[in-house]
């Protein structure tokens, strides 16, 4: 008896200590995943929240500050942003209220949007304003010259340019959506489909002894080069009488006008 108390003893143990690990694995296997929303934005270029292709953001602010995010785009992606303002429907908010978002690269260079309502008019009643701008396709190079979009960090600034002084400091809730599209590197557009000037007389490849077949329509059509040689340099022909009475009309008017003006007796007298 005391060979199987001694026995079930560690047995115990170890179930009871396996009974308290439990929890602990099963936490482990379950973590919670990484968080998607984020809740702040910045007041500035320096202080902008990172933002990530997939992710957004919700936070509540104040009418008429300045928000900004940052996100960092690589070559062949095109990204899309999305805003919604919602606005205070309190009843001191009068007239209508201008929203704008842009978006600069680096070097604090505003970027185009290529679609989407990148500013947006609330009248007074408006519960919502919704903006959008899709940027133009990341490139891989650049002009030195030139503003295309490069890799690298973007801002994005949320502004209202035209706002009552009425509804300065109400409270607005943001939402803020960045998603991005990847594709080739190369510019949209960049691809030639067609020939620029197309071929005057196309034919299909032939053999080395085969002999090239002329359409009969291509050979009359075509400028004869001896002919036109020799209806410019013939004899006769009227450009060559044309230019003969031309000097000989030539000769006789300089021969009176010289004795006109040598002799002018002869002539009045």
């Known amino acids: 008896m005391r060979v199987t108390r001694l026995l079930s003893l560690p047995i115990a143990i170890g179930i009871l200590a396996l009974a308290t690990a439990g929890p602990a694995f099963a936490g482990g296997k379950s973590s919670p995943k ?7 934005a910045g007041t500035s270029f320096l202080t902008a929240t990172t933002v990530k292709p997939g992710q957004s953001a919700r936070l509540s602010a104040s009418t008429g500050d300045y928000l900004y995010w940052s996100f960092a785009a690589a070559a062949g992606q095109t990204d899309r942003i999305a805003v919604t303002v919602g606005l205070p429907t309190d009843s001191n908010r009068l007239g209508t209220a201008t929203w704008n978002i842009d978006v600069f ?7 185009a949007c290529t679609a989407g309502p ?6 007074s009643g408006a519960a919502k304003v919704e903006l959008q701008c899709t940027l133009r396709r990341i490139r891989s190079w ?21 706002l009552p002084e009425q509804g300065l400091g109400l409270p607005m809730d943001v939402r803020l959506r960045l998603s ?16 620029l000037s197309p071929a005057v ?4 490849t032939l053999a080395p002894d085969a002999a090239p077949s002329v359409e009969p329509s291509a050979v009359s059509s075509a400028p004869k080069p ?12 009227t450009r060559w009488w044309w230019t003969i009475g031309g000097g000989v009309l030539a000769a006789v008017a300089g021969v009176a006008g010289y004795s006109l003006t040598r002799h002018p007796h002869r002539w009045f007298s």
Do not use: M
């Not at 991005?180 to 020939?195: D, F, M, R, T, Y």
């Open 34 to 40: 990484p968080r998607t929303t984020i809740g702040t």
């Open 142 to 162: 650049a002009e030195p010259w030139s503003s295309d979009p490069l890799p690298g960090t973007y801002y994005v600034r949320l502004s209202a340019v035209d």
């Open 201 to 204: 007389n196309p034919g299909a």
């Open 118 to 123: 990148q500013t947006v008019t609330a009248q």
């Open 226 to 237: 001896l002919q036109r040689a020799e209806s410019w340099f013939s004899w006769p022909s």
């Open 180 to 195: 991005a599209k990847h594709g080739n590197a190369e510019p949209q557009g960049a691809h030639l489909k067609a020939p």
């Open 105 to 111: 690269d680096g070097l604090r260079r505003r970027q």
